[in-house]
């Protein structure tokens, strides 16, 4: 069975923050872009992460993945990575509000 992993985004115009699936933010087109990786678990996999649900995930030593990231990826660290995929993502999902007088 695929493990579904989520995270958060607050976005200043919305009192609550999206929450979003990473698979949807790590699409593979963002993944064959911008990684070696063609799917966001296959990544994982590689990293020989050991990941049974979102707490193992979170509470992965960041200093071990941002090696993954740096070795596999454009980017030189994780939160770079998923800083970048989180904004491509809501630049493509989520629309501004519209400003009413």
Same mark, same amino acid.
């Given at each position: ?8 985004? %607050?976005?200043? &115009?919305?009192?609550? =923050? ?6 949807? !933010?790590?699409? $593979? @087109? ?23 649900? %979102?707490?193992? &995930?979170?509470?992965? =030593? ?6 993954? !990231?740096?070795? $596999? @990826? ?28």
């Amino acid at each position: 069975m695929k493990l579904k992993l989520s995270g958060y985004y %607050q976005l200043p &115009f919305l009192a609550q =923050p999206i929450i979003f699936d990473f698979e949807d !933010v790590f699409d $593979n @087109t963002f993944m064959k872009k911008y990684t070696h990786y063609k799917n966001f678990e296959r990544f994982l996999d590689n990293g020989k992460f050991t990941i049974n649900c %979102q707490k193992d &995930f979170e509470n992965l =030593p960041e200093d071990i993945m941002d090696s993954h !990231v740096a070795k $596999n @990826t454009k980017f030189s660290s994780w939160q770079e990575m998923l800083d970048f995929a989180t904004d491509r993502y809501i630049k493509k999902n989520v629309t501004k509000p519209s400003v009413q007088d």
